[in-house]
C-alpha cells in the first residue's frame, strides 16, 4: 500500500500512524458483502500488491501529473480534434455547393447529419464491450485510422448513397471515441484532475471550430482539378490517417503499459487515484454492475440531459454554416464567421471549468450556462431580417451551447465507480446522445430556410428542460450523499468524511495529517481499488 506524505511537515509518529492506516485499510475491505468482493481485481490492486508500500511527496505526484498530462492527454487532445474536424467536413462542403454537385434534394442532407449519430448508437453495446475486454489505445487508433479511410473515400462520392454509405462508416469508427477517452480519463487522473482533463480533450471541438473554417478557406481558394468540397474530404481524411502513428506511440493502454513511467511512478500514479473510490480497470464483466447501471435513476437523468443537448448541437452543427449564409454573407465570409463563437467557446469553457472547481459545485455553473442559447435563440427568431450583423451576433450567443455536453459528460462519470458499471454508463449516455445527434437535423424543415424556426424553437424548448433536469439531479444527488453518511453510521464507520478527490495535493496532505493526529481516518478509502460501484462503496461521495 502507498501513501502520500510530505517530509518538512510530517513527523515520524504521524509516519508510524499513516502505515498503522494499511493494516486498517486491509482490514476494513472484509467489511462489506463478500458478494462485491468475490471477482477480479481491479488492476491498480494488481500493481500495489506487486510492487508493495512506497512513499512519495508532492513533488513526485506532480511530476506523475506532468508525465500524464503529456502522454495521455496530448494525444487524446489531438484524436479529438479530428474527430471535429472530419465530422464537421460535411457542414463546411455545404457552403461549396456539396448539396448541387451531389444532386442532394429534400431531407437528404439532413440526413447526412443525422446517420452519422445513427451509426454511432447502432455500435454503442459493441464499444462498451470492447472497452473492458480490449486495450484502450489499440482499439482507438484502429478507429481512427478507418474513418480517416473513410473520410477520404467521401471525395469519391457524387451522390446521396455514396456520401450516407462513408458517412456512416464515419460515424461507426468515431463512436467510440467519447467513451474511451472518458473511460481514460478515469483510469489516469484524480477526480479534480479529471474536470480540466475531461476539458482540455473536450474543449479540441472548439479548437476545431477555429482551425477547419481557416482550412477551408485555403482548400477552397487552391485551384486544381477538383472542386473544393472534395478537397475538404481528401485533406482532413489524410491528416488523419498520417497522424495515427504519432497517436499509437504516444498513448497508453493503461498505467501498467505507460512506458514514459518508471516502476516507482506506476505504483505512484495508482495510488495517487485511491482517493477517487471509483477504481481503475480489471478486464471482467460484472454482470451485477450493469444492472445495477440500468436500474440506477442518475443513469436516465444524465442520459435525458444528453439528448436535451445533443438534439439542438447536431441542428446547429449541420445547419450553422446555413443559417450564416442566409444572413447575406458569401461562402468565404460565412466560413471565417465561424472563428469568433468557437473563440468565445473555448473561453467561456476554460472559464466554467476553473469556476466549477473553485467553488467545488458542477450544477450552478452548467444551469448558468444554459441561459446563453436559450437567449440567442430567442433573438434570433425575431432580430429583423435586414440587420445581419445583429442576426450574426445572436448566432454567436446560441454557439455558447458547446461547452454544456463536456461539463455534463464530465460531471456524470465523476459520479459513477466500477469498471462495467462505468463502461455501462458511458455508452447509455452515448446512445441517449446519438438519439438526439439523430433528431437534432430532422427538425430543421427546408421549406423554413434560411430561419428554420420549428428547429430553433424547439432547440428552446430542449434548453429550457435541460435547465430543471440539471436542477433536479443536484437534489438527488445531495439525498444520496446524506444516504451514504447514514450507510457508514451504520456500519461503525467514520461518518463525516471530506472528499480528498476533489482537493489540492496540498489541502488533501494537510487533511490526512489532520486525521491522523486525531487518530482518525485509517480505515478511508478501504475499498478504493475492490472494483466496486458507487452505490456498493459507503464511501463514495457524490459531486454536486
Given at each position: 500500500?502507498?501513501?502520500?506524505?510530505?517530509?518538512?511537515?510530517?513527523?515520524?509518529?504521524?509516519?508510524?500512524?499513516?502505515?498503522?492506516?494499511?493494516?486498517?485499510?486491509?482490514?476494513?475491505?472484509?467489511?462489506?458483502?463478500?458478494?462485491?468482493?468475490?471477482?477480479?481485481?481491479?488492476?491498480?490492486?494488481?500493481?500495489?500488491?506487486?510492487?508493495?508500500?512506497?512513499?512519495?511527496?508532492?513533488?513526485?505526484?506532480?511530476?506523475?501529473?506532468?508525465?500524464?498530462?503529456?502522454?495521455?492527454?496530448?494525444?487524446?487532445?489531438?484524436?479529438?480534434?479530428?474527430?471535429?474536424?472530419?465530422?464537421?467536413?460535411?457542414?463546411?462542403?455545404?457552403?461549396?455547393?456539396?448539396?448541387?454537385?451531389?444532386?442532394?434534394?429534400?431531407?437528404?442532407?439532413?440526413?447526412?447529419?443525422?446517420?452519422?449519430?445513427?451509426?454511432?448508437?447502432?455500435?454503442?453495446?459493441?464499444?462498451?464491450?470492447?472497452?473492458?475486454?480490449?486495450?484502450?489505445?489499440?482499439?482507438?487508433?484502429?478507429?481512427?485510422?478507418?474513418?480517416?479511410?473513410?473520410?477520404?473515400?467521401?471525395?469519391?462520392?457524387?451522390?446521396?448513397?455514396?456520401?450516407?454509405?462513408?458517412?456512416?462508416?464515419?460515424?461507426?469508427?468515431?463512436?467510440?471515441?467519447?467513451?474511451?477517452?472518458?473511460?481514460?480519463?478515469?483510469?489516469?487522473?484524480?477526480?479534480?484532475?479529471?474536470?480540466?482533463?475531461?476539458?482540455?480533450?473536450?474543449?479540441?471541438?472548439?479548437?476545431?471550430?477555429?482551425?477547419?473554417?481557416?482550412?477551408?478557406?485555403?482548400?477552397?481558394?487552391?485551384?486544381?482539378?477538383?472542386?473544393?468540397?472534395?478537397?475538404?474530404?481528401?485533406?482532413?481524411?489524410?491528416?488523419?490517417?498520417?497522424?495515427?502513428?504519432?497517436?499509437?506511440?504516444?498513448?497508453?493502454?493503461?498505467?501498467?503499459?505507460?512506458?514514459?513511467?518508471?516502476?516507482?511512478?506506476?505504483?505512484?500514479?495508482?495510488?495517487?487515484?485511491?482517493?477517487?473510490?471509483?477504481?481503475?480497470?480489471?478486464?471482467?464483466?460484472?454482470?451485477?454492475?450493469?444492472?445495477?447501471?440500468?436500474?440506477?435513476?442518475?443513469?436516465?437523468?444524465?442520459?435525458?440531459?444528453?439528448?436535451?443537448?445533443?438534439?439542438?448541437?447536431?441542428?446547429?452543427?449541420?445547419?450553422?454554416?446555413?443559417?450564416?449564409?442566409?444572413?447575406?454573407?458569401?461562402?468565404?465570409?460565412?466560413?471565417?464567421?465561424?472563428?469568433?463563437?468557437?473563440?468565445?467557446?473555448?473561453?467561456?469553457?476554460?472559464?466554467?471549468?476553473?469556476?466549477?472547481?473553485?467553488?467545488?459545485?458542477?450544477?450552478?455553473?452548467?444551469?448558468?450556462?444554459?441561459?446563453?442559447?436559450?437567449?440567442?435563440?430567442?433573438?434570433?427568431?425575431?432580430?429583423?431580417?435586414?440587420?445581419?450583423?445583429?442576426?450574426?451576433?445572436?448566432?454567436?450567443?446560441?454557439?455558447?451551447?458547446?461547452?454544456?455536453?463536456?461539463?455534463?459528460?464530465?460531471?456524470?462519470?465523476?459520479?459513477?465507480?466500477?469498471?462495467?458499471?462505468?463502461?455501462?454508463?458511458?455508452?447509455?449516455?452515448?446512445?441517449?446522445?446519438?438519439?438526439?445527434?439523430?433528431?437534432?437535423?430532422?427538425?430543421?424543415?427546408?421549406d423554413e430556410a434560411p430561419i428554420y424556426r420549428t428547429g430553433l424553437y424547439t432547440d428552446m424548448s430542449c434548453w429550457a428542460l435541460l435547465f430543471i433536469l440539471i436542477c433536479s439531479m443536484a437534489v438527488y444527488l445531495r439525498y444520496l450523499n446524506r444516504r451514504q453518511r447514514k450507510k457508514r453510521e451504520r456500519m461503525g464507520r467514520m461518518v463525516d468524511i471530506r472528499d480528498m478527490s476533489i482537493m489540492t495535493l496540498e489541502e488533501a496532505a494537510a487533511y490526512k495529517r489532520e486525521l491522523a493526529a486525531a487518530g482518525e481516518g485509517h480505515d478511508i478509502n478501504?475499498?478504493?481499488?475492490?472494483?466496486?460501484?458507487?452505490?456498493?462503496?459507503?464511501e463514495f461521495h457524490y459531486i454536486l
Open positions: 500500500m502507498s501513501h502520500l506524505n510530505q517530509p518538512s511537515t510530517i513527523a515520524q509518529d504521524e509516519k508510524d500512524i499513516e502505515i498503522n492506516h494499511v493494516e486498517a485499510v486491509n482490514d476494513a475491505r472484509h467489511a462489506l458483502d463478500d458478494k462485491y468482493l468475490s471477482h477480479a481485481e481491479d488492476d491498480a490492486a494488481r500493481i500495489l500488491r506487486e510492487n508493495g508500500p512506497v512513499e512519495y511527496t508532492i513533488d513526485e505526484d506532480k511530476k506523475v501529473l506532468r508525465k500524464l498530462d503529456i502522454w495521455v492527454c496530448i494525444p487524446m487532445f489531438i484524436v479529438y480534434t479530428l474527430v471535429h474536424l472530419d465530422k464537421s467536413a460535411l457542414s463546411y462542403a455545404a457552403v461549396f455547393d456539396l448539396k448541387t454537385e451531389a444532386h442532394l434534394v429534400g431531407k437528404q442532407y439532413s440526413w447526412l447529419g443525422s446517420v452519422i449519430y445513427l451509426m454511432q448508437l447502432v455500435v454503442q453495446p459493441i464499444s462498451a464491450y470492447a472497452l473492458v475486454k480490449l486495450p484502450i489505445a489499440w482499439w482507438v487508433v484502429g478507429n481512427v485510422l478507418c474513418w480517416g479511410i473513410s473520410l477520404c473515400a467521401m471525395a469519391a462520392c457524387h451522390n446521396f448513397a455514396g456520401l450516407l454509405a462513408t458517412r456512416a462508416l464515419l460515424g461507426a469508427f468515431e463512436a467510440t471515441i467519447s467513451p474511451s477517452f472518458i473511460a481514460m480519463t478515469q483510469l489516469f487522473w484524480r477526480r479534480r484532475e479529471q474536470t480540466y482533463r475531461n476539458t482540455a480533450w473536450l474543449m479540441s471541438s472548439s479548437v476545431a471550430g477555429i482551425i477547419g473554417p481557416i482550412l477551408t478557406y485555403a482548400i477552397g481558394h487552391v485551384k486544381s482539378g477538383i472542386q473544393p468540397w472534395q478537397g475538404i474530404f481528401l485533406f482532413l481524411g489524410c491528416i488523419t490517417i498520417a497522424l495515427c502513428p504519432l497517436i499509437f506511440w504516444m498513448m497508453p493502454n493503461d498505467i501498467a503499459s505507460a512506458k514514459f513511467l518508471t516502476q516507482k511512478e506506476k505504483v505512484i500514479a495508482v495510488e495517487r487515484l485511491r482517493d477517487n473510490n471509483t477504481g481503475t480497470k480489471t478486464s471482467k464483466w460484472k454482470w451485477e454492475q450493469f444492472r445495477e447501471t440500468l436500474l440506477d435513476p442518475k443513469t436516465w437523468g444524465w442520459g435525458l440531459m444528453l439528448t436535451c443537448m445533443a438534439i439542438p448541437s447536431s441542428g446547429i452543427g449541420t445547419f450553422g454554416t446555413l443559417i450564416t449564409k442566409g444572413f447575406g454573407f458569401n461562402s468565404f465570409d460565412t466560413i471565417l464567421f465561424q472563428i469568433p463563437p468557437n473563440v468565445l467557446t473555448l473561453v467561456f469553457l476554460l472559464g466554467g471549468t476553473w469556476t466549477m472547481n473553485k467553488i467545488r459545485l458542477r450544477f450552478p455553473v452548467v444551469a448558468f450556462f444554459v441561459l446563453f442559447p436559450i437567449a440567442g435563440a430567442a433573438s434570433l427568431l425575431y432580430v429583423p431580417r435586414t440587420k445581419p450583423h445583429a442576426l450574426l451576433g445572436s448566432y454567436y450567443v446560441i454557439m455558447l451551447y458547446t461547452p454544456l455536453q463536456p461539463l455534463v459528460y464530465s460531471w456524470a462519470n465523476m459520479n459513477s465507480a466500477g469498471t462495467t458499471k462505468q463502461r455501462t454508463l458511458g455508452a447509455i449516455l452515448f446512445i441517449f446522445q446519438c438519439a438526439g445527434n439523430v433528431a437534432g437535423p430532422q427538425v430543421y424543415l427546408e478501504a475499498h478504493a481499488f475492490d472494483d466496486l460501484t458507487d452505490l456498493q462503496n459507503p
